[in-house]
């Protein structure tokens, strides 16, 4: 796979939580020399959300297609979204993504059984609780074949405090072999997020880790994404190449970029 520098998870003003217009994160991306930005707004279905509401499809396309003609022979600009996975929601998913179009879709998990992933819910309830509730909403994610990137897989870990719990004390290890196994089944990408390695509060690296991301290609995974989960315009890129050096080691495995 060759050392192009892409990132395909990346949040304007158009999240709830994004600190720049798509415009100006188009233009940081060019100048750090990013050669394809994707942009994956938050498209959020549970009610509780600060972002349930905010999404405006139409705007967002209006403005992506006006980035992709400013930037036309600079810059490769994608229009994807990023989705909140529940299963509670999955006919709403379907119903909603019927009259839109993307150049990408990424399925995220974020809540479990209504509770957001953080690190109050990690303290108020047993790991081992948490982690089979995640996987379960994973799994059924990669089955309504709705999406076709994984996004940030293992995200609890960010939310684990370091040398709190052995995950290897339960059947970790079993049921993030059994997402990687449907990933690989289902030919979608997985989504290597770099966003954890950039964070002062935490000391993970990115997510999946590099044991699953070896994991995933030992057992015959191909396709992968690459994102920094970027928010504002200091985020953009960061840790990508650290992620592409790391992919290096795989070349003999011919691994294959989104939109490659």
Excluded at 100 to 107: H, L, N, Q, S, Y
Excluded at 202 to 228: C, D, H, Q, Y
Aim: proline share 2%; net charge negative; hydrophobic share 40%.
């Amino acid at each position: 796979m060759p050392m192009r520098f892409a990132d395909y998870h990346v949040h304007s003003n158009h999240s709830c939580d994004g600190k720049a217009t798509i415009l100006e994160m188009c233009q940081k991306a060019t100048e750090l020399g990013i050669v394809e930005i994707g942009f994956s707004e938050h498209m959020d279905f549970e009610p509780e959300d600060s972002g349930f509401g905010f999404f405006d499809y139409e705007r967002y396309t209006a403005e992506v297609k006006d980035a992709q003609e400013f930037f036309k022979s600079k810059l490769v600009v994608r229009k994807g979204i990023e989705i909140d996975y529940q299963e509670a929601f999955e006919d709403d998913i379907r119903e909603w993504l019927r009259d839109k179009e993307f150049d990408f879709i990424i399925g995220s998990v974020h809540y479990v059984n209504h509770e957001l992933i953080d690190y109050e819910l990690l303290e108020d309830n047993d790991l081992e609780r948490v982690y089979r509730a995640y996987f379960n909403e994973v799994a059924l994610s990669i089955e309504s074949r709705l999406f076709d990137v994984v996004g940030h897989l293992d995200v609890v870990r960010k939310f684990i405090d370091v040398g709190r719990a052995e995950l290897s004390s339960f059947d970790y290890v079993e049921r993030m072999g059994m997402a990687l196994d449907m990933i690989v089944e289902k030919r979608m990408h997985l989504e290597i997020n770099s966003k954890p390695s950039l964070l002062k509060e935490t000391n993970i690296g990115m997510l999946p880790n590099e044991e699953a991301v070896t994991a995933f290609i030992g057992k015959g995974g191909r396709l992968i994404s690459t994102g920094s989960d970027a928010h504002s315009i200091e985020e953009i890129g960061g840790g990508i190449r650290e992620i592409m050096i790391f992919l290096k080691k795989f070349k003999e495995n011919k691994l294959q970029l989104l939109f490659e």
